[in-house]
């Protein structure tokens, strides 16, 4: 073999294996992403749902608490559908050809702000709910208040809770 022939080869193996540690780090690296993902979904808030927690409960209370949430999620249910309409036309008002961008921020606006109402009435009617429990089953349903779903707790850039504005004509939560 010539020395051109050797440079070639050894130039090629150098390409080669520079090939598969590249390939090597994306693998390692998506996989790292991937168990991420995974860990997730498996923390606390993410899993169970309702009836988890209402399984934890004494069999007296159980009833009276699924009566006392179906009340107040069905009391919370406007604003969250008005929220959902919001954004369902800030989404279509985005998409005119001549888009108007304060018409789209302010229908993003009203989205978060009646989403935000039936939060504070979800929070508000556990919260009521919770008073009438002992302290056991209050233990057992306190963790609905640490649940997170979208939108979470809303914070200001200094940290403080913004206040919400009042419904027009609703009553307060239960």
Avoid: W
């Amino acid at each position: 073999m010539s020395g051109r022939t050797l440079k070639i080869a050894l130039a090629a193996s150098v390409a080669l294996n520079l090939f598969a540690l590249g390939g090597g780090a994306a693998f390692l690296i998506s996989r790292a992403k991937v168990d991420e993902r995974i860990a997730e979904q498996s923390r606390p808030g993410r899993e169970g749902g309702f009836p988890q927690f209402i399984s934890r409960l004494s069999p007296e209370a159980r009833q009276e608490v699924r009566t006392s949430m179906r009340a107040v999620a069905l009391s919370a249910r406007p604003d969250f559908e008005a929220a959902r309409d919001a954004r369902r036309q800030a989404v279509e008002a985005a998409r005119q050809p001549q888009m108007d961008p304060a018409r789209v921020q302010a229908l993003l606006d009203q989205s978060r702000t009646a989403e935000l109402r039936g939060r504070a009435r979800l929070e508000g009617g556990t919260i009521a709910m919770l008073e009438k429990l002992d302290v056991q089953d209050r233990t057992a349903l306190a963790e609905l208040l640490a649940r997170k779903g979208p939108g979470g707790a809303r914070r200001d850039v200094r940290g403080e809770e913004k206040s919400l504005p009042p419904l027009p004509d609703a009553p307060p939560p239960p």
